[in-house]
């Protein structure tokens, strides 16, 4: 399978700061992207996606930044939230094979 | 829209017995659906994929026969865990898509507990 990895296990931050979540990738080819927020015992919520044609995309409070270059992926959450407070996966999709891997989490923790 | 439902959420079954899961796309029709397998604190390792009317594929390490995938209609893929036993213990979570590269949707999961 390809390797899709996180910087960060963990991360801390304070409420109302910015968060910032980064995640490599190994296939050059892969085509889309996606970031999943999971709760404690629950599937994975999609946050925001981006197509690698692009460099950039913004959501409500999220964006995420792509480097093909040096194959990275960040999520960037402004104003973070105890609710934000989750396990954040990034996933590659693979076009010719149809699937997404996923890297290993970042847990955010967000204190009040 | 796009919304998968699994069920059940819950299963704790005796060792030796088969479990089914049920994934099912709600308003949407999905050609594809993927199993996934979760361990607590870790990533989400891909299963196989369910392929509507034909069989599913397996990713390598997966048992086809301990695993069987049953993909009978465009909103309903079902997962059976044969024979089970303790280390099959896991959160099982299914995804589908209304098309091939576009925005994937996952179901709640299944908390499999076998005892």
């Known amino acids: 399978g390809e390797s899709v990895g996180l910087h960060l296990p963990t991360l801390s931050v304070q409420e109302g700061d910015n968060s910032i979540i980064n995640c490599a990738y190994s296939?050059?080819?892969?085509?889309?992207f996606i970031w999943y927020k999971q709760e404690s015992g629950k599937g994975p919520q999609f946050i925001i996606d981006i197509r690698s044609n692009m460099d950039k995309r913004q959501g409500q409070r999220v964006t995420v930044l792509l480097n093909k270059t040096v194959k990275h992926l960040s999520l960037q959450i402004a104003a973070t939230q105890p609710g934000d407070s989750a396990v954040y996966f990034c996933a590659e999709h693979l076009y010719n094979f149809n699937k997404f891997y996923f890297g290993s989490g970042t847990k955010l923790n967000v204190k009040p | 829209g796009a919304v998968v439902s699994q069920h059940p959420s819950r299963v704790i079954c005796k060792s030796g017995t088969s479990v089914k899961i049920e994934c099912r796309s709600l308003?949407?029709?999905?050609?594809?659906m993927f199993w996934y397998r979760q361990f607590p604190k870790k990533s989400l390792m891909l299963m196989a994929t369910?392929?509507?009317?034909?069989?599913?594929?397996?990713e390598q390490g997966v048992e086809k026969d301990k695993f069987l995938i049953n993909h009978a209609s465009l909103t309903l893929s079902t997962l059976t865990v044969t024979s089970a036993h303790p280390e099959d213990s896991s959160f099982y979570i299914c995804?589908?898509?209304?098309?091939?590269?576009?925005?994937?949707?996952f179901g709640s999961g299944t908390r499999l507990t076998v005892v």
């Open positions: 308003d949407f029709q999905a050609t594809t």
């Open positions: 296939n050059s080819a892969s085509d889309y």
């Open positions: 369910s392929n509507e009317g034909s069989k599913a594929t397996y």
């Open positions: 995804s589908a898509s209304k098309a091939r590269g576009y925005g994937y949707t």
